[in-house]
């Protein structure tokens, strides 16, 4: 799905969803983001990730900016898998966090954190969680690339891949918290629930989302083990043949 056909299909979500702008802006713009990292020129590393992530939460718009006092944040949206791989619709979260020291700049980034475990998927659904306490996280710039994507970062709880534009050298978001936005899911659903009955219960639903889960799908389509080679039926042993009787002959008298 390339970006003009991801357009148009966002352009054709029922209008009712679009007046709930708000969390409809968040979700258009976390799926464009996902588009864009995954479709990146770097992001094979992202796709493998994703391919064996149990959910994956999508950051389009972290914001880092601060002289002397630093400070980020951002809106995300959260989706999950199900044991036959289809992905949920999403629940909303808040990004926050800051620090102190003599620093300068603005950055803006998108954020894709990966998560890898049920112990991860847990932490994050709780009332706030703060990355890198709460679980173990790796995070990693696109194209940086996930050492032969086997080591410690994909033991991780959370694999966090990062693009970003502006003065810092990199993002890092460890010490972020992470909050439940549930006036979000109430107003996107049209009726309170949790964030745990979105992407594990799967009890609610909105079609304007459903660009975001295909762009999940096209990327993130788990491997399906191939079976081995069927072996070519044996071959009946044929029996020896029998060889062919002696003929016997009586002797003639010997010769004087």
């Known amino acids: ?14 209008l009712a969803a679009h007046a709930q702008s708000e ?24 796709q493998y990730v994703l391919k064996r992530a149990r959910a994956t939460m999508i950051c389009p718009q972290v914001f880092k900016m601060g002289f002397v006092f630093g400070g980020q944040g951002g809106s995300c949206v ?3 898998r199900d044991a036959a791989g289809s992905w949920s619709a999403p629940a909303f979260y808040g990004l926050g ?7 300068a700049g603005l950055q803006d980034a998108e954020v894709m954190l990966m998560i890898m475990s049920d112990k991860g998927l847990s932490a994050i659904m709780d009332s706030q969680f703060k990355l890198g306490a709460d ?41 972020s918290l992470l909050s439940s936005k549930s006036d979000w899911n109430a107003a ?26 295909q762009v999940l799908i096209q990327y993130g ?22 060889s062919a009787p002696i003929q016997q002959q009586p002797l003639g008298a010997p010769r004087r």
């Open 78 to 80: 959260l989706v999950a």
């Open 188 to 213: 996107y659903y049209g009726r309170p629930v949790a964030a745990q009955q979105i992407v594990l219960g799967m009890e609610a639903t909105n079609p304007a989302a459903d660009p975001l889960r």
């Open 221 to 242: 389509q788990q491997a399906e083990a191939v079976p081995p080679p069927a072996l070519p039926p044996p071959v009946p042993l044929q029996p020896a043949p029998r």
């Open 1 to 14: 799905m390339n970006r003009v056909v991801l357009l148009a299909a966002l352009s054709l979500v029922p």
């Open 97 to 103: 966090g800051g620090s102190i020291g003599f620093q």
């Open 23 to 46: 969390q409809q802006q968040l979700v258009d713009r976390a799926t464009l983001a996902a588009q864009e990292m995954l479709n990146d020129r770097d992001g094979k590393d992202a």
């Open 135 to 175: 679980a173990s996280a790796t995070f990693v710039d696109l194209g940086g690339g996930i050492e032969g994507a086997t080591t410690a970062a994909l033991r991780a709880d959370v694999v966090g891949f990062t693009r970003a534009r502006g003065l810092y050298a990199g993002v890092s978001l460890s010490g």
